[in-house]
Nanobody, 124 residues
């Protein structure tokens, strides 16, 4: 599976961005899809996930209430809508695909495929 992330950019605090991740080369509907992010000098951290079956979603506490993950199985694309952005949201955002068990959805090692990352910069 190849993943191509896009939609990052420079935005002022309080603004919004929608990230997209287009998949090709695999059975899109069989994968749990997630977003992770990595800020400069920090470890990669879980942001949000949407399960393959049922479409259940989970969010990190840092983005809960401000972000929405969704998937369009017809377009083989997963989205991350981010609102009320804060400077601390500045990071490279990565999409990932895998089949993690529920207890492992926040573990980056549980994912097989990764996009190349898209940079989000939030200015204060």
């Amino acid at each position: 599976v190849q993943l191509q992330a896009s939609g990052g950019g420079l935005v002022q605090a309080g603004g919004s961005l929608r990230l997209s991740c287009a998949a090709s080369g695999g059975t899109f509907t069989s994968y749990t899809l997630s977003w992770f992010r990595q800020a400069p000098g920090k470890e990669r951290e879980f942001v949000a996930t949407i399960r393959s079956s049922g479409g259940n979603t989970y969010y990190s506490d840092s983005v809960k209430g401000r972000s929405t993950i969704s998937r369009d199985n017809r377009k083989n694309t997963v989205y991350l809508q981010m609102n009320s952005l804060k400077p601390e949201d500045t990071a490279v955002y990565y999409c990932a695909a895998g089949r993690p068990i529920l207890s492992s959805i926040t573990d980056s090692n549980a994912y097989y495929y990764w996009g190349q990352g898209t940079l989000v910069t939030v200015s204060s």
